[in-house]
């Protein structure tokens, strides 16, 4: 079955640069949500978006923007890179953002600051 | 606010053990519990869920039980394989609103043969 596409699975940047990573859901999904995971530490939510409007916010900086497209799919942008932002960048999936509908996770997109 | 507590790790297991891995929740309302295992190199991939007290969710082997009275939802599994050795995250969603999951801190799993 088809997953949860997230590309580029590995992106090297320096500080200051900007950083573009894209999200394709499972098909049928209308709702994205966007993760970061600092090493060895537990995902942090970052911002969601259900049928391309925003639909919550997490603890994502002014730094960065997001938005999901027409066909679903969703770009995170981020600017003014800084050593802190190395991490994994999980996207998720649902269909609907009804209680306890399941998040499927893609692989991450592996980020690295120099 | 919403947060999870989990057991923290590593856990180190010989094949064919039980395992137990503790998460507790401090929610309002009746919020969802998942289990969600991450692989090296890979996401997260759903486990099991449960969405209301007493539920049991099940998948592969493990389970864990929905406990509103200790605000619990602890992953069990009677004998567990070296493949089972990943990174395991016990996670809540709120009830109401979006849909956004809260994470606990990991509990890595070893298993030697």
């Known amino acids: 079955a088809a997953g949860v596409i997230q590309s580029p699975r590995h992106l090297i940047k320096e500080k200051r640069e900007t950083a573009t990573l894209k999200c394709y859901p499972i098909?049928?999904?209308?709702?994205v949500y966007w993760y970061q995971q600092g090493p060895g530490q537990d995902p942090q939510f970052l911002i969601s978006?259900?049928?391309?409007?925003?639909?919550d916010k997490g603890s994502i900086p002014d730094r960065f923007s997001a938005q999901q497209f027409s066909d679903y799919h969703s770009e995170l942008n981020m600017s003014s890179l800084e050593l802190g932002d190395s991490a994994l960048y999980f996207c998720?999936?649902?269909?609907?953002?009804?209680?306890?509908?399941?998040?499927?996770f893609g692989d991450g997109t592996r980020l690295s600051i120099l | 606010g919403d947060s999870v507590t989990q057991m923290e790790g590593p856990v180190t297991l010989s094949e064919e053990a039980f395992l137990t891995i503790n998460c507790t929740y401090t929610?309002?309302?009746?919020?969802?519990l998942f289990w969600y295992v991450q692989y090296p190199g890979e996401g997260l991939q759903l486990l099991l869920k449960?969405?209301?007290?007493?539920d049991k969710g099940s998948n592969k082997g493990f389970e864990a039980t929905y406990r509103k009275e200790t605000t619990s939802f602890h992953l069990e599994k009677g004998s567990v394989q070296v493949s089972d050795s990943a990174v395991y995250f016990c996670?809540?969603?709120?009830?109401?609103?979006?849909?956004?999951?809260?994470f606990g801190t990991g509990t890595r799993l070893t298993v030697i043969p």
């Open positions: 998720a999936s649902s269909l609907g953002v009804g209680q306890g509908q399941p998040q499927h």
């Open positions: 098909p049928r999904h209308d709702t």
């Open positions: 978006f259900y049928e391309k409007m925003q639909s």
């Open positions: 929610a309002t309302g009746y919020p969802s």
């Open positions: 449960a969405t209301k007290a007493d």
């Open positions: 996670a809540l969603s709120e009830s109401a609103g979006a849909n956004n999951l809260f």
